[in-house]
């Protein structure tokens, strides 16, 4: 059981303050996501809790105690993907699962059995250059989890991937959170991370907007709403149309929904499909941290 | 040390598979060869020309004999006195020498004169004739004196030559220039590896496998990893084309000697202590240069920027080769100042020292320098490489990210 807290994080570049006060915590069996817009500080963030960068205030606590990170058991995906593209494949995991502690032997099993995992055993011998932007990707993951690390830091792990392969990094994180990995994945696929991710830091222009559990940010900062999809003209209905035949109405109180349904059911319209939940994680975002007009 | 080793045996193995490592390892290997097929060739065009000797006179019946003339060099002439008893008339002889392409001087006698009669196609050197003239003549004159009894002493007495002795204070163009084509050779490989490396810097500074990198290996055998393995590079070169000259020499009866010699390259002034001072400087110079390039390509972002930094330190290389000219001509006060500095001294020093300017003192001292001067730039370097490869911000906000890095921030909410 892992647990890493990011306590008041501050980091300046020279006058400009690219993280001011930021707040979070991931560990074992549940995954956490941060998210913000471009250059609000995510990827700052992640660089000074990996000593890449020197924080100017702020501690890292790992199990609660003062300590850095060790090197050797952290997985780390960056946001941009970094191999050796004219290199062989094999040659540059086993230096990776090398330099992170592993001996020869152990390198060479474990990438045998990421690459037949990962299904591109084809490849392992060819240069990465050679291979599709997906199994280049695949490689990339390869790299950050060769070395079987505790933690695991995914900057955007889902960028570039076709629906296979997205479904594919999703059972695999999925996969690996069960196996009691503290895992940590930035990302701007808010979908994505609503449907696989349990807590939530969200920052922006620096700061820290929010950071808890999804669903309870969805409590805080969403009503209810009726869903429903029909083919039928909704003329005479007070609806918001959020989606191409989609519509929903916010439900002022918990009781309303009985109402508003029957509503419904009374006009002439013919309803496919209807349902009640809250704003999704996309809208509670752009209502966060948004510009305000 | 592991992560080093393991970092250098990756780039080092990275650079041995490389395209580039295996055409430029061929072409000096072919550039070798070339060279030496070429001279080769040439000094088995430049062979003497043989001149076949007939003799018609009786005066020199027994002096003409090939066991007299042997002792005496005929310049670029091979005499054959397989002809010397030849009765063929002239106008046959002049027909032979026509058919066969051959050359002949005939040795006539017309009242009491001694004729040389040289059938040739203008090959022959009248140089060499005349000197063969005058050995024949000293040799005629040497038995007649014998022969109206003047003793072999006063014959001695009066035969006094005149010999010439040269003593040359000038340096020897062959002893300087075999150090001078290794001078040459040091600063294009300093220039082109340390620009190799710059390379690898500025490929980790555009990928983000240095993040993962800096997230794994500290930076001093992360930096030294890169640097060496990419030093190695040039004296494999070398040593595999060295290989490929001795296997020429050796077994495919290429006369090594000869064709230095014809080319005014005396290898004797190369011995293995100079050998070993030579790799050595090699390798030192090639450091100055890689660390203080790599340290400053890392702290900038754009290829244009990467090109600004790497080019004027390669020109700060050229200077080098300037020196080295001063340096056939003689050893003045700048070339000693620069067999110190550590941007000129690895080169500079190596031709002082095999040009015999300098002694092991002074090299030891420019070695001790160069290698404090290194160490110093080595963690230097490694500062400016981890700091500065995963900064992509301008070069002004990294020198103040620098500086404020510990300083205590005010206003920190």
């Given amino acids: ?140 993951m390869i790299a950050t989890l060769v070395h079987n690390p505790d933690i695991i830091i995914l900057d955007e792990p889902f960028s570039g991937l076709d629906p296979i392969n997205m479904q594919f990094f999703i059972d695999l994180i999925k996969e690996l959170k069960e196996n009691g990995k503290c895992i940590l994945v930035s990302s701007h696929q808010l979908a994505l991370i609503e449907g696989i991710c349990e807590d939530i830091c969200i920052i922006n222009k620096g700061k820290c907007v929010y950071s808890g559990s999804i669903i309870d940010l969805q409590n805080k900062y969403s009503s209810d709403y009726l869903y429903f999809s029909t083919k039928s003209d909704v003329k005479g209905l007070d609806v918001e149309e959020y989606g191409p035949l989609s519509y929903r109405i916010k439900l002022n109180n918990p009781d309303e929904f009985n109402k508003k349904l029957n509503e419904i059911m009374n006009s002439s319209i013919d309803v496919e499909t209807i349902g009640r939940k809250k704003l999704n994680l996309q809208e509670i975002f752009v209502e966060l941290v948004g510009d305000k007009k | 040390m592991k992560e080093f080793s393991t970092v250098f045996t990756f780039y080092l193995r990275k650079h041995l598979r490389s395209k580039g490592f295996m055409i430029i390892t061929l072409l000096m290997c072919v550039a070798a060869v070339i060279v030496m097929v070429i001279t080769n060739s040439f000094l088995n065009d430049s062979k003497k020309e043989t001149l076949y000797i007939v003799n018609h006179t009786e005066a020199l019946r027994d002096i003409l004999d090939s066991d007299i003339y042997q002792n005496d060099s005929m310049g670029d002439l091979q005499l054959d006195f397989s002809m010397l008893n030849n009765e063929d008339l002239n106008s046959d002889l002049v027909k032979k020498a026509k058919d066969k392409k051959v050359s002949i001087v005939v040795f006539e006698e017309e009242d009491g004169q001694i004729t040389m009669n040289v059938i040739d196609k203008g090959k022959i050197n009248y140089t060499d004739i005349s000197l063969l003239q005058n050995v024949t003549k000293q040799i005629l004159q040497t038995k007649n004196a014998i022969k109206s009894g003047i003793s072999p002493e006063v014959l001695q007495e009066i035969n006094t030559t005149i010999n010439i002795k040269n003593t040359n204070t000038s340096l ?242």
């Fill in chain 1, 1 to 140: 059981m892992n647990k890493v807290e990011v306590n008041g994080l501050v980091k300046y570049y020279g006058d400009f303050c690219a993280v001011n006060d930021v707040n979070f915590s991931f560990s074992s069996g549940k995954l956490t996501a941060i998210c913000g817009r471009n250059g609000s500080g995510k990827t700052t963030s992640i660089r000074c809790l990996l000593g890449l960068l020197k924080e100017d205030k702020g501690e890292f606590l790992v199990n609660g105690s003062k300590q850095e990170l060790d090197f050797k058991k952290i997985g780390y995906l960056p946001e941009e993907r970094g191999l050796f593209v004219k290199e062989r494949i094999d040659f540059q995991l086993e230096l990776l699962a090398r330099l992170k502690g592993m001996n020869k032997k152990d390198a060479r099993e474990s990438i045998d059995y990421w690459i037949n995992k990962f299904d591109i055993a084809q490849y392992k011998t060819k240069k990465l250059e050679n291979l599709s932007k997906g199994n280049q990707q695949k490689v990339q």
């Fill in chain 2, 172 to 413: 020897d163009e062959g002893s300087v220039a075999a150090p001078f084509i290794l001078f040459l050779v040091m600063i294009l490989f300093i220039i082109l590896y340390s620009n190799s490396s710059v390379n690898e810097i500025a490929y980790l500074k555009t990928n983000r496998v240095m993040e993962i990198f800096s997230t794994s290996i500290k930076p001093l055998p992360l930096y030294l990893g890169v640097n060496i393995a990419t030093a190695l590079i040039p004296v494999i070169q070398l040593s595999i084309t060295g290989v490929c000259i001795w296997i020429m020499n050796n077994f495919v009866n290429f006369d090594f000697d000869k064709i230095n010699s014809s080319m005014g390259i005396k290898l004797s002034s190369i011995d293995f202590s100079t050998l070993v001072l030579y790799i050595v400087f090699l390798l030192l110079g090639y450091f100055v240069y890689s660390f203080i390039s790599t340290s400053l390509v890392s702290i900038v972002n754009r290829i244009e920027d990467i090109n600004n930094i790497a080019v004027p330190i390669a020109m700060i290389g050229l200077i080098q080769y300037f020196i080295g000219i001063i340096a056939l001509q003689q050893d003045s006060l700048i070339l000693k100042i620069c067999s110190y500095i550590p941007l000129t001294s690895p080169s500079v020093m190596f031709l002082r020292y095999a040009c015999g300017y300098a002694g092991i003192g002074e090299v030891v001292v420019s070695i001790c320098i160069l290698i404090v001067v290194e160490c110093m730039l080595a963690f230097l370097g490694a500062h400016l490489f981890t700091r500065g490869i995963s900064y992509y911000g301008n070069l002004k906000e990294f020198l103040s990210l620098i500086g404020s890095s510990k300083k205590k921030k005010k206003n920190i909410i």
